[in-house]
């Protein structure tokens, strides 16, 4: 056989191999980007949290799971900036979830809509919530004896969901990607001169897409081009 000839076998072969590669579905979805809602680790109540996203996702925590534990937060502002004083370096960035020994879902249990499907009763979450934040700092209190700071985060996130009889985390029911941007609130109280009662919120604020800033891009540079025709002598 010449270079370049396929015989009758060969290109029936190497046909069935493009058909059947364009046929292999896709195992993981694009990231959702998380647009609004919010993270909150607050002072003596444990959290909170809810997500809203493109595609119409959503998700919000609930606080009843028989397999769940409490969620897990190896990593918590609230007892790094409790305690400490104000000049003290303090990294905001947070993990929660990731690997458990004592439970097959650290990120408790929620309700919500993924990938257009909707989820009434609460099912069971695996995976792991990572905001990164900045080392910041800490301020003296203000005038009323507060701490208050606000800083960026960014982030990232990959949520597995079991039904809530699914004790061996056997059947998943939906596995999302989430990637996302906001801010970081934290508020302390001043206890003569040590903070404490420590509350950090991650609020999630919405980013353009890239489609939506070429566009703009292109319509900067018309209203200059437009601009400059006008500005020529005639």
């Not at 969620?71 to 303090?90: E, H, L, M, W, Y």
Request: hydrophobic residues 45%.
């Amino acid at each position: 056989m010449t270079a370049g000839v396929l015989t009758p076998t060969l290109r029936v072969v190497a046909l069935t191999i493009v058909c059947s590669a364009s046929a292999v579905p896709r195992l993981w979805a694009d990231p959702v980007t998380v647009t609004s809602g919010a993270f909150n680790l607050e002072w003596g109540d444990g959290f909170f949290w809810g997500f809203h996203g493109t595609d119409g996702f959503g998700l919000s925590g609930v606080a009843v799971c028989p397999p769940c534990d409490v969620i897990k937060v190896p990593i918590n502002p609230q007892f790094v900036v409790a305690g400490s004083t104000p000049g003290t370096a303090v990294n905001l960035s947070a993990v929660a979830g990731g690997e458990s020994p004592s439970t097959r879902f650290p990120l408790g249990a929620a309700t919500g809509i993924i990938n257009g499907t909707e989820y009434s009763s609460p099912v069971a979450l695996a995976g792991t919530f990572r905001f990164d934040a900045p080392t910041i700092v800490l301020p003296s209190p203000n005038g009323r004896g507060e701490l208050r700071l606000n800083v960026p985060f960014e982030f990232n996130g990959q949520v597995t969901g079991y039904a809530a009889t699914d004790f061996d985390a056997r059947v998943p029911l939906f596995h999302v990607d989430l990637v996302g941007q906001g801010t970081a609130n934290v508020f302390a109280l001043d206890d003569k001169g040590v903070f404490t009662e420590t509350d950090v919120e991650y609020t999630f604020a919405a980013t353009p897409e890239p489609a939506t800033v070429g566009l703009l891009g292109f319509g900067l540079i018309g209203l200059v081009g437009r601009a400059l025709q006008r500005m020529r002598p005639v």
